[in-house]
Structures are given as structure tokens and as C-alpha cells.
């Protein structure tokens, strides 16, 4: 499928009242880490979601609000609030709001006024799941249940989960994620081994089932010996993909076997939230000390590697991402490190958002045109009135993805069966 100047504008475009953005509006979609408002009555955080401006804030109950980012009086910012006695109260004149946006207090009106009854903050309503607070920013009549991936379900101890943002439109890092191709190449950090599973055959063979929560894929690697290589991912709508992390690249079982995923969440067109998740595969074996502290550290996400204070990483396309091109000639293909921040490198120097009609599609871009299909048909369904693919918990409770060696001829789907099965 060509993806032509209007059908790219249509599929990137996040904004209110846009195609896309009215899409996501029917999804519950992560808004910030709950770590982001740690503490009842703590510091509240800026969110910008779907090209919105928003402050979240945990009032001294442990409730969580998503208020719009400026005060409804003079439009002053909520951030600089007072979180107090459930409630956050503007600076400016002393209004306050509590986490569903009525005006519990108008200090600056004559007592006894009823005015505070008329004035409300924009609010939409959280979910607190996963180590994430979703909000739902669509038509309140259209709401789906809550989100109900494993990922959700999963014990704290079992589970860790990591924010960056990543300057460029979020339908080119979902390409990224669902792209097992490149793998091969920008991941490949140990340029002597020849051993690896994904140096052994860089074009892998795709197949792709769609799926009521989006779709699923196998990648196929013929790797000797009569095995195959097999990686499927889950791609669930409308911007999540998990996959499994059961062996090692040398095809051995993985010591600590995880699922791993990302959504990439629009923080406007040309910004995006990548939160970042792994969880034991078994859960009998709760996530080993130091097990999510060296992955984050490997995949380019050390707490040295942000801007103080941020989810900005320090490695960005201002400084090349500090590309070291002797380690390129002699150790890693990109000379770029951290395996997140090899892709963050490629999919942002596209430009903020990619002209889709100058690409030349290749075989193994099966899934990233199936991803398209699905968005843009999400758009038709939404314009008709209908409820998007993936947004009934339904549809994404029970799966998982995998990846596992397997003799040559065997079928992928029945083979992999059990490692699709979600056991949380
Ligand atoms: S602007 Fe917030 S109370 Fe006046
Ligand atoms: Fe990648």
C-alpha cells in the first residue's frame, strides 16, 4: 500500500478533532508514570498528551487528577498549584480543584457566592494500573472498560517500567518497534560475533495475522542446522507492542526470561512518550535485583543518561547522539550507544514526521503496512461512528508475545501457542 501526502497527514496528525487524534480519543492511553506523582499532596507534573496541555496531581487521598494545564479563572498554570486537602488550588487567586475539576473554593469571590458552582477545570478520568496512569480524553458515552493488558496485571515485584520521549511523530517509532528487520543491523553492537541468531539470516520472512486487539507477527530466521529463529510480536492497537525476551541472541534460554514491550504515546505531532515495560515471563520468578537497572542501562536509558530531571535523553539529534565513529569502524554497527538510542537516532533523523510517499518498501516492511491499514481503518470506523479495533479490554487480555527456536517446517502459529499465552 502507497502511502500518499494526504493519507500520511491523516495517520500522524494527533490533534482534537483531527482523524488520528480523534482515534486515540477512544483508547485508554498512559498520560504519565505513577512514579511521575510518587506522593499523596506531592509536587503535580506537566503532561502534554494528544497535542494537550494538562497537569496531573495525587490528591491527599492517593486519587489521581488530569486537570487542563491553566487555572479556568485567568488561565494562570495549575502547575505552580498548591496540592492541599484534596484539592489543587491556582496561586494566582486561590481557586481550587478538585481531581474531577469542580471548584471546591473561590476564595477571591464574596463568601456565600455561588459562582464557584458554574466554574469547573477541564478533567478527564485516570486509571491507575502497570505502574501507569492512563486517561481517557475521549467522549465520556464512548468509553471503553479499562485497559486490561497483562502488563496491568502484573505484580510490582514482577514488573519495571521507564519513560523517554523521543522527538519525532510516534507512528515512526512504532515502525521502529515493530520492525524486526533492523535488528539485524542498527542492533547489532558485537560486530565479531558471528553467531548471533539475527546475524545468521538478516532478512527474515514475515507473516502477519491480524487480530481483534491488531494484529500478530512471525518473523522467520533460517539459522543452520535445520532450525528456525522465530521472534512474534504483538502489535495491539492503537500504538503497543509486546514481545518476548525467552532466549538470548546466541539461542540459548534466557537466564531471566521477560516480556517486553513499548507504547508510544503522541505527546503532540511531533513529540512522543515512549514507555518502556518488561515483566517476568514466569510468574513464579519475580523480576532479579539488579535485572531492570542493567537492562535499562543497556538499552541506553541509565539515570546518567537523561537530562537532569527530565525524560529527555542526553544523547539527541542536536549532538548526533554522540556517535563515536571509531567504536563504529570496530565494535557496533552504528557506533551509537545504547540499543533505544540506536533507534531514536534513525527514526527522529527522518525529521519530525517522515514523508511517507518517498519510501520504497521491502519485503520485511509486512507489518509496518499492516500497522498503517489498521490506524487508517480505525479513522473510517471512528468517522462512522463505530468503536475502533482493540479498545474492548477483550480483545487484549490474554496475549503475550514470544520468541524461541524451532526445526525447520514446523508451523510458527502452533509451535508458539503457549509463549503467545498470557499467564498473569
Ligand atoms: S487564575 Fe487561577 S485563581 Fe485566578
Ligand atoms: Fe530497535
Redesign the pocket.
Known sequence: MRITREMNERLTRVGEGTPMGEVFRRYWIPALLSSEIAEPDGPPARVRLLGEDLVAFRDSAGDVGLLGAH??????P?FFGRNEECGLR??????KFDVHGNCLD?P?EPPGSQFRFRVGALSYPTHEAGGLVWAYLGPIDRMPQPPDHELVRVPAGHLGVSRSNEPCNYLQAIEGGIDTAHSSFAHNNDLGNTGHLRALDTHPRLEVDTAAHGFTYGSLRQVGQGRVYLRTYQFVMPFMQIRGGLITWQGEPAAYPVIHGHIWVPMDDENTAVYNFAYSADPAQPMAGEWWADHEREMGRAPEDYEPGTHWLIRNPDNDFLIDRHVQRTRTFTGIAGVNTQDYALQTGMGRIVDRSQEALGSTDLAISTARRLLLEATDEVERGGAPRGAAPATHRAIRGGDLLMSAGSDWRETSKDVREARF
Open positions: 487555572c479556568p479563572h485567568r488561565r494562570a495549575l491556582c496561586v494566582y487567586h486561590g481557586w473561590a477571591s
